[in-house]
């Protein structure tokens, strides 16, 4: 069976992040998907490098179309998560 987009856009943020990330996924409108990437190893990156990264491998990862459907992937560390969420309350 072939893998779902979710899955290989999975795959692609683990090989970029590491396995030790925290990697959430949703389905978005319009067969796309969003999701989020929680990561220690983003601390020492700014937001530019941090997307670069993962956009980086999700460009060697999925074929043009699929990256086509992919329409946001936040990326922060643990700590700027948790500071976030705090606020927002």
Do not use: N
């Not at 970029?16 to 319009?30: Q, S, T, Y």
């Not at 490098?49 to 999700?58: A, G, N, T, V």
């Amino acid at each position: 069976m072939a893998k779902s987009l979710k899955d290989k856009v999975a795959d692609a943020l683990k090989e970029a992040v590491g396995k030790d990330a925290r990697i959430e996924l949703e389905d978005a409108p319009g067969d796309k998907v969003g999701g989020l990437v929680l990561s220690g190893s983003f601390a020492s990156q700014s937001p530019t490098e941090r997307q670069d990264r993962i956009w980086k491998s999700l460009d060697l990862r999925l074929s043009p179309f699929e990256r086509t459907r992919v329409v946001f992937i936040v990326t922060d560390t643990p700590e700027e998560y948790e500071a976030l969420k705090k606020a927002a309350v």
